[in-house]
Each structure stands twice: as structure tokens, then as C-alpha cells.
């Protein structure tokens, strides 16, 4: 396959380089698409440029709109943390504490004994 050494480090960095604009092609089409302000008459332009002068745009792209990717990629990740949190704090239920002023107003109420009382608080705090 190689008939020297510097046949193989010649491969090595043409897949290296092949590699890398894989790379920054998919960073430039995530950006493309999450930026709202460009519409989409811009983003099929760059789309197709991408294609037809590929290294060249990928440079023209990354030195015009660089600074609005790294802001919008911060705002999704900001974006993503807040699901995230949401989320958490939807099924994570009530405080320990919570639970038995519940259950106290239950037994308060009449609604449970005491017995019942002591497994819901040991349940609570278990």
C-alpha cells in the first residue's frame, strides 16, 4: 500500500486534514441552521457553496460569521442546561419535609392513624 515512509505520513495528513473539515463542515451547517436571523434563502447559498467550493467557504464562513458562532452555540448550550434543570425539578418530587407536614395534616385531620403516620414519615426520611 505504501512504498515509503513518507507515503504514509502523506496519507496520514491528507486524513487528518479530510477529518478536520468534516469536522468544521458539520460545526458551519449546526450553525447555519440554528441561526434564526438568516433565512433561508442565505442558508441554502451557503449550503451550496459549501458544496461546490467547500475549503474556501468553509474559510469565508468561519472568518464572516465566527463570533456569532461561538455566541449562539453558548446560547444553546444555556438553553439545553435550562431544559435539563426544568426538568429535573419536574420529577424530582416534594422535600422530605414536605412530606410530613402532609402527613401530619392528615393525621391532624383524622385521615390516618398514628401507626400510619410513623410509616409515612420513616418513608419520608428513608
Known amino acids: 500500500m505504501w ?4 507515503d504514509f505520513i502523506w496519507y496520514t495528513l491528507v486524513v487528518f486534514a479530510f477529518l478536520a473539515y468534516l469536522m468544521i463542515l458539520f460545526w458551519i451547517i ?3 441552521f ?10 441554502a447559498v451557503w449550503v ?3 458544496i461546490v467550493v467547500p475549503w474556501l467557504t468553509a474559510l469565508v464562513y468561519l472568518i464572516a ?3 456569532g458562532m461561538s455566541h449562539r452555540a453558548a ?3 444555556a438553553q439545553a442546561r435550562q431544559q435539563s434543570d426544568d426538568y429535573i425539578r419536574s420529577v424530582s418530587g416534594r422535600s422530605s419535609a414536605e412530606q410530613i407536614a402532609d402527613a401530619k395534616a392528615l393525621l391532624d385531620a383524622g385521615t390516618i392513624d398514628e401507626k400510619e403516620f410513623a410509616q409515612l414519615k420513616a418513608k419520608a426520611l428513608g
Open 3 to 6: 512504498d515509503s515512509f513518507w
Open 30 to 32: 449546526t450553525d447555519l
Open 34 to 43: 440554528r441561526d434564526r436571523a438568516l433565512s433561508g434563502w442565505w442558508k
Open 48 to 50: 451550496v457553496f459549501l
Open 65 to 67: 460569521r465566527g463570533r
Open 75 to 77: 446560547e444553546a448550550q
